[in-house]
């Protein structure tokens, strides 16, 4: 490096350190290459991005900081290699939600070959038939007795198979364990959300906390599938993340609930917020294609929280997961507190 380099190179440390102190930002690897970019002035989006990003939410929070970092200066291969960790964790939920749903139909059908088959035992056993009938019902048990050794392997086989994608699953949660991105959704996760909410807390910064969750979600998986409940989870992802792009952040807080922190926003605004997210949410509708009929039955209950002064995130979360609960008792579909 020549002198006049490394001269250049001091002089844009002295004004890059001082900004990620100003903004609260961790010295990690990653922030100090995107911020050391920012302080350059050489990649102009890079800079829009940012300074639009800071306007919207106050500060910069963590999960600002790592998405512009993978959009903007991530290598090639590294964005490949997040993009391909992300398909797989979706594939293999999808895979595994497929089995749990076959598992469940084999199940059923196993049931009904035992009905089946004590009936035409019955039958034979109280001569109800000629010998001609009765030499049918017989061929007709023999392939009942096949169908159900079949059916009871078959079972066997997607026991084993589930356990071997469940250990696959675990393995692949653990590599992805720093990750900021829910793979299903495309959402932030658990992991941004927690470490977001703390930055806003150091900025001693106000805002909104909504969280939301779909209504009997589990009724809904065990009478259409795991498939079509992965569907509404995503659509009810899309519904957030079109109505709060620029000036909220979304994330997938766990299962069949979502949270969003809006920055800045008193309760009125957020109550706004989350009102019309309601709405928006409870005109969703989604096709089974198995049986082509068209699902509008899908509603959200809201929890929201607005952070007092010095109030620690924790408590700010645990407020509005009361109002969660209180709206899901109430009848659900709601909005909690009114005022």
């Given amino acids: 490096m020549s002198k006049d380099s490394f001269v250049e190179s001091t002089e844009i440390l002295k004004k890059t350190v001082p900004l990620m102190i100003k903004h609260k930002v961790p010295t990690t690897p990653t922030n100090y290459a995107l911020w050391y970019t920012y302080t350059t002035q050489q990649h102009p989006q890079l800079n829009l991005a940012l300074d639009l990003g800071i306007e919207a939410f106050g500060h910069c929070p963590p999960s600002l900081c790592d998405s512009l970092y993978q959009e903007h200066l991530a290598s090639k291969t590294d964005r490949d290699m997040v993009q391909l960790k992300q398909s797989l964790a979706a594939m293999m939920q999808e895979l595994s939600h497929t089995m749990s749903d076959t598992f469940s139909a084999t199940e059923s059908f196993q049931g009904v070959l035992d009905n089946t088959f004590n009936q035409l035992e019955r039958a034979e056993q109280d001569g109800l038939s000629l010998e001609d009938t009765m030499k049918l019902v017989r061929n007709l048990l023999e392939e009942s007795r096949q169908i159900q050794a079949s059916t ?5 086989q997607l026991n084993q198979a589930q356990e071997e994608i469940s250990t696959l699953r675990q393995a692949l949660a653990k590599s992805q364990k720093e990750a900021n991105e829910d793979a299903l959704t495309g959402l932030f996760n658990r992991r941004a959300f927690e470490r977001d909410l703390l930055s806003y807390t150091q900025a001693k910064q106000q805002y909104s906390l909504i969280l939301l969750d ?14 079509l409940g992965d569907q509404v989870l995503k659509l009810v992802a899309h519904r957030l993340r079109e109505r709060c792009e620029g000036h909220a952040q979304c994330y997938r807080f766990g299962g069949e609930e979502f949270a969003i922190i809006y920055p800045n926003a008193d309760h009125d605004e957020g109550r706004q917020l989350a009102e019309t997210l309601r709405r928006m949410i409870e005109i969703i509708s989604v096709l089974d294609k198995k049986t082509n009929q068209r699902i ?3 509603t959200a209950s809201f929890g929201l929280a607005t952070r007092a002064a010095n109030e620690p995130y924790l ?3 645990e407020r509005a997961d009361s109002f969660l609960n209180k709206a899901k008792q109430l009848g659900r ?5 009114l005022n």
């Fill in 214 to 227: 779909i209504d009997k979600f589990k009724d809904f998986n065990d009478a259409y599938g795991h498939l």
């Fill in 152 to 156: 009871g392997s078959f079972q066997g």
């Fill in 296 to 298: 509008k039955s899908v």
């Fill in 315 to 317: 408590a700010v979360v």
């Fill in 333 to 337: 579909n709601r909005v909690l507190p």
